[in-house]
């Protein structure tokens, strides 16, 4: 039986110059996994902890003792795990660190180790890491489909010094017949919107905010970024909704100040912000809202669920976690999960927390965060669930590009013979 025979983590930097962890996972037949941790921004409150170091160094975000976790009790603990079994991989994981949240050793430092082990058993087998995820650890048919990219092309929010309250607008090429097309329908719509924001707003318009979308610079609210990108897609030759619809991440928990929206110079409640939405549904091609409100109000989720037909997205709600996705299900709290791996710090349970999302016929969106680096187990994670969705930010910057690029890979492995769901992203995973 091949055997892990080394586990060493290092301290690393993630896209915005804070230490994350990079994990190497050795096996015995010299076959090496490697696995970088990326870190949020907008962060959920019940989100598994990463664990930091405090005190002066790096502002008190180094990761040191996770990456001593990871070197000493976990290289010990993982060495009798039979890496190829990814279950129980994860229940080792999970018994070294019971406490709620992963806290005590840190969900950053689990997770490397999780990651790691699959990229590293994924080589040993000489497979794939989507082909081997999706048939050796969540044992689905090998039929594959690439998703529809949400790209993020302007970035507010927590994201970007300006005044856009909304965290990211999003654009998916829905009339792309190939994921390559609808990459290029992105990278088109991108650069004429770069081009058409600097006429406007001068030089400073060029800047990128977290994620790679535009900074947002001049731009003055929610409808006049949504009108910037609107133009941008008619002028880069493509006709929207038919060929490319808008997504927004409201992330509204950020909003959220004495019980009111602070939005667009106004302080809306939430039946009032619901109807602000209802709006935007209406005139523009908005077909996927993630977080419309903030992290507990699964009440005022459920109620915008009653009024809308579009896709509603819950991410600081559920965090990834199969128990409140239980609950955010029962609600009625939305109609698709975002899946972040380091939310919940496991691979298994961000699988769980999929599947669970899919047999309650909700769609997933597999998600990067805002803090990366160029590791692209997200990719092949999404071709491996069939999920149809992924958001990794605006198509610029390696930390985002390198996922886009993955999938190309992926692509190409695949001869083109994948699905791409096109105008179907909220359901075509029924098929997968
Ligand atoms: P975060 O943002 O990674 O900063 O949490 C991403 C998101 O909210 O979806
Ligand atoms: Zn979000």
Same mark, same amino acid.
């Given at each position: ?11 690393? %930097? ?12 050795? #096996? ?22 990463? %664990?930091?170091?405090? @005190? ?36 080792? #994981?999970?018994?070294?660190? *019971?406490?709620?949240?992963? $806290? ?23 497979? +794939? ?27 507010? $929010? ?41 006429? !406007? ?115 600081? #709600? ?8 239980? !609950?955010?299900? +029962? +609600? ?36 990067? !965060? ?24 605006? *198509? ?17 492995? %695949?001869?083109?013979?994948? @699905? ?9 995973? !029924?098929?997968?």
């Amino acid at each position: 039986m091949v055997k892990i025979t080394s586990i060493r983590a290092l301290e690393i %930097l993630d896209s915005r110059g804070n230490p994350t962890l990079m994990t190497k996972v050795a #096996l015995s037949d010299g076959t090496t996994g490697v696995a970088k941790v990326p870190s949020g921004a907008s962060t959920g409150i019940h989100e598994a902890v990463e %664990l930091r170091d405090g @005190g002066n160094r790096y502002g008190g975000k180094g990761v040191t003792r996770a990456v001593k976790n990871v070197n000493t009790v976990l290289a010990k603990t993982m060495s009798s795990v039979d890496p190829l079994k990814q279950k129980s991989v994860d229940d080792t #994981l999970l018994e070294a660190d *019971p406490s709620k949240g992963k $806290g005590k050793l840190g969900a950053n430092a689990i997770l490397s180790v999780s990651m790691a082990t699959a990229v590293a058993a994924a080589s040993h087998l000489e497979m +794939e890491l989507f082909e081997y995820l999706r048939k050796n650890v969540i044992s689905k048919t090998a039929k594959y489909q690439l998703p529809v990219p949400m790209s993020n092309v302007i970035n507010g $929010g927590a994201h970007a010094g300006n005044d856009l309250a909304i965290q990211e607008f999003m654009i998916l090429p829905v009339g792309a017949k190939t994921y390559p097309e609808g990459v290029r329908y992105l990278s088109e719509v991108y650069h004429t919107l770069g081009t058409r924001m600097i006429k !406007r707003h001068g030089r400073m318009a060029k800047h990128v905010g977290d994620e790679g979308g535009y900074c947002g610079y001049g731009l003055k609210g929610t409808i006049d970024a949504f009108e910037e990108i609107m133009g941008a897609i008619e002028e880069a030759g493509y006709t929207p909704k038919k060929d490319v619809v808008l997504g927004i991440d409201a992330a509204a928990s950020g909003l959220f100040k004495n019980g009111k929206y602070a939005i667009d110079g106004k302080n809306l409640d939430a039946s009032e912000l619901l109807e602000f939405y209802l709006e935007l549904e209406k005139t523009f091609p908005l077909q996927t809202v993630e977080d419309p409100f903030e992290e507990e109000a699964f009440a005022d989720f459920a109620e915008y669920m009653k009024k809308t037909r579009i896709q509603v997205v819950t991410d600081d #709600l559920t965090v990834s976690n199969p128990e409140i996705v239980h !609950r955010a299900i +029962e +609600e009625k709290a939305g109609n698709a999960l975002l899946l972040k791996v380091n939310q919940i710090g496991s691979v298994t349970e961000a699988i769980e927390a999929a599947t669970i999302a899919n047999k309650a016929d909700w769609g997933v969106v597999v998600s990067h !965060r805002s803090g990366e680096t160029g590791d692209t187990f997200i990719a092949d994670l999404c071709v491996a669930l069939g999920t149809g969705q992924l958001k990794t930010g605006g *198509p610029a910057r390696s930390d985002r590009v390198e996922k886009y690029n993955r999938l190309l890979e992926i692509y190409d492995v %695949l001869d083109g013979k994948c @699905g791409y769901p096109g105008s179907d992203f909220r359901t075509a995973w !029924r098929n997968y």
